[in-house]
């Protein structure tokens, strides 16, 4: 999501004038340019009692390359902040960000970050994830499985899943084997790979000037969803 955050902070820039003239419109027809006629975009403005303009950009059924992502916010405290060419940057207040995932772009991601397994279907409750599928043991023909598990952050950018059992051939498995099977589904998402294509992206770095990194920091699901929320470490280019 670096080169994401990239176009949408170039973008704002580009038709912000730094006195608190917004172009929602124009930011909005760029953003779907690029993305896509069938994103939604949703922008808000807020000013704080010290008169500082914040934004957040909701957007709504982003298609990646390998999932739609249902909804991401993108909170960007200060943007005029962003817009002076003298201020340090790194000590601007953090841009953070809110994705939630429906189960189907769960299982999209599952099927992509575990590309040796059969990914069916993953199922979202407010205790975990359920992860069904098939998988080849080398026996000759594939196994169903189900996975129950609870996603836990790995890193800085990848979301995994902590198996708490594992079922075969619609059977529970024992404590000591279903620890042995766990690997079977390791790893839900990698945001590195949710982002845009860098073309897209690159015209945008003479105007932001920084590098950025999605860091996670919290995931919670619930009935049917999972939401996953950090915020971008910058670094500034020599």
């Excluded at 003298?86 to 991601?109: C, G, H, Q, S, Y």
């Excluded at 279903?178 to 998402?189: C, D, K, M, R, Y």
Aim: hydrophobic share 40%.
């Amino acid at each position: 999501m670096a080169n994401f955050v990239l176009f949408l902070l170039g973008t704002i820039l580009t038709v912000y004038s730094g006195t608190g003239t917004f172009q929602e419109t124009v930011v909005k027809k760029h953003i779907k340019e690029a993305l896509g006629e069938d994103v939604k975009v949703e922008v808000k403005i807020q000013h704080d009692k010290n008169k500082k303009t914040s934004l957040i950009l909701i957007l709504k059924n982003w298609e990646t390359d390998f999932m739609t992502v249902e909804d991401i916010k993108i909170y960007i405290p200060d943007v005029k902040g962003w817009h002076q060419k003298d201020v340090n940057k790194k000590k601007l207040p953090r841009i953070r960000f809110e994705v939630r995932m429906d189960e189907e772009a769960t299982t999209d991601a599952l099927i992509y970050s575990n590309p040796g397994v059969q990914i069916q279907a993953a199922n979202i409750t407010v205790k975990g994830i359920e992860v069904e599928g098939m998988v080849d043991f080398g026996i000759g023909y594939p196994v169903p499985f189900t996975v129950f598990g609870v996603p836990e952050i790995e890193e800085k950018t990848i979301l995994t899943l902590n198996p708490k059992h594992v079922s075969l051939l619609k059977g529970r498995m024992p404590r000591v084997i279903s620890s042995s099977l766990s690997g079977i589904v390791t790893q839900i998402l990698d945001l590195e790979d949710v982002d845009i294509d860098y073309y897209i992206a690159e015209p945008m770095e003479k105007k932001v000037r920084v590098n950025f990194m999605p860091i996670l920091k919290k995931c919670e699901t619930g009935k049917h969803f999972m939401m996953i929320s950090g915020y971008y470490d910058i670094s500034v280019p020599d």
